[in-house]
């Protein structure tokens, strides 16, 4: 089993900056991803990006390409996501998730967010 714990998020003015962190109890080789997600009040959950710790290779969804870059830090057993040029829009609680296989059983582990307010 793994625990993700988030932090970084806070008040930021549009067209700001914040990089969120993502730490799990456990080395990080042995989480086989690490997948950002928000959700906005009174939305879904929404799937940003996500990072495969084998190889580095990171994807993200069209809405944040180019603003957002998700990394890790070996050594911290953490994951980032650095969120650039924020927009009002970008308001929500972020979330990071793995999913892992514990005792042959397939399980989703979520950290608990972090709030985000893009605002004036």
């Known amino acids: 089993q793994v625990q993700l714990v988030e932090s970084g998020g806070g008040l930021v003015q549009p067209g700001g900056s914040l990089r969120l962190s993502c730490a799990a109890s456990?080395?990080?080789?042995?989480?086989?991803?690490i997948t950002w997600y928000r959700q906005a009040p009174g939305k879904e959950r929404e799937l940003l990006g996500s990072?495969?710790?084998?190889?580095?290779?990171?994807n993200y969804v069209d809405s944040v390409k180019g603003r957002f870059t998700i990394s890790t830090d070996n050594a911290k057993n953490t994951a980032y996501l650095q969120t650039n040029s924020l927009k009002p829009e970008d308001t929500a609680i972020y979330y990071c998730?793995?999913?892992?296989?514990?005792?042959?059983?397939?399980?989703?582990?979520w950290g608990q967010g972090t709030q985000v307010t893009v605002s004036s």
């Open positions: 456990r080395s990080i080789f042995s989480i086989p991803f």
């Open positions: 990072i495969s710790t084998r190889d580095g290779s990171s």
């Open positions: 998730f793995t999913m892992m296989l514990v005792s042959g059983v397939k399980r989703d582990f």
